[in-house]
């Protein structure tokens, strides 16, 4: 079973992103090998914080560097290849996952640019956070790929466009 330990602050508006946040990361995990940890007897975690654009700043830098906010950080918990047992090792039936965390101001943005909802970006964002947690990356071309089409067919599968989808204006 799954379970998103959500938690938002201001200026992200009242909305019912505990369940936006449940559909994007059970979309994502169903569509990698680790879909199992739907239905697997431990209850896996995942904490996804809504925060500011200067907090993400602030764990970007410290964590990854990086002197400015990101759209999104992930924070994994479980080592990729340990996923496969990770439900069936748990001492106390439960597994956290890992964090991942969404800048409210990066997100604002790229939606207007993109013309789509804040909503709809954050469901992306939650999805692409949810690979890094199952040891998805973008570092390289052919990861990136992989990534990206798993991205695509979860939206699709959330009713989504396709952030990848290169169009002429």
């Not at 809504?50 to 918990?77: C, G, I, W």
């Not at 290849?81 to 956290?96: H, I, K, P, R």
């Amino acid at each position: 079973m799954l379970e998103i330990a959500l938690s938002s602050d201001a200026p992200w508006p009242e909305q019912d992103w505990d369940t936006l946040a449940l559909r994007a990361a059970t979309a994502a995990i169903e569509r990698t090998p680790h879909g199992e940890l739907l239905t697997g007897a431990a209850t896996v975690e995942i904490s996804i914080r809504l925060a500011s654009d200067e907090e993400v700043h602030t764990l970007n830098k410290q964590y990854r560097q990086k002197d400015k906010p990101t759209n999104v950080l992930s924070f994994p918990m479980v080592q990729p290849d340990l996923l496969a047992t990770v439900s069936q090792n748990s001492d106390d039936g439960e597994v956290l996952l890992g964090d991942i965390i969404l800048a409210h101001g990066v997100c604002v943005a790229e939606a207007a640019e993109r013309k789509i909802s804040v909503e709809d970006h954050a469901m992306h964002l939650m999805v692409h956070g949810t690979l890094h947690l199952l040891g998805y990356d973008h570092i390289d071309d052919e990861e990136a790929e992989g990534m990206e089409q798993i991205e695509r067919d979860a939206l699709a599968a959330l009713g989504l466009h396709d952030p990848y989808l290169i169009t002429e204006d």
